[in-house]
Nanobody, 117 residues
Framework: QVQLVESGGGLVQPGESLRLVCAAS????????MSWYRQGPVKERDVVAYITATGGTNYADSVKGRFTISRDNHKNTVYLQMNSLKPDDTAVYYC???????????WGQGTQVTVSS
């Protein structure tokens, strides 16, 4: 059974940091591209960052220099370190696993991040 379980969300003030964690199970984690998406109020779900099986990364322009994605293939876990948070970062953050070769895609249930003073 495939599971992606996000944690680490919460309420923080502007300028503070959070680290999101996505624990994966039920599939060959090391072979999948792992991504973080977010969906703010009345907005579409957009990609924030992704990391390939070999560790290559890519970020949305809005988070470059503030967010860092990483993965631990031994722990089947992907992280999103979020620094210098802004109110515009407020959203539900989702973890995604994707294999283009297998045509498979899995989603977590999401974790709420709220940035407010």
């Amino acid at each position: 059974q495939v599971q992606l379980v996000e944690s680490g969300g919460g309420l923080v003030q502007p300028g503070e940091s959070l680290r999101l964690v996505c624990a994966a199970s039920g599939f060959a984690f090391g072979n999948y591209v792992m991504s973080w998406y977010r969906q703010g109020p009345v907005k579409e779900r957009d990609v924030v960052a992704y990391i390939t099986a070999t560790g290559g990364t890519n970020y949305a322009d809005s988070v470059k220099g503030r967010f860092t994605i990483s993965r631990d293939n031994h722990k089947n876990t992907v992280y999103l370190q979020m620094n210098s948070l802004k109110p515009d970062d407020t959203a539900v953050y989702y973890c995604q696993a994707r294999s283009l070769r297998l045509g498979q895609q899995y989603w977590g249930q999401g974790t709420q991040v709220t940035v407010s003073s």
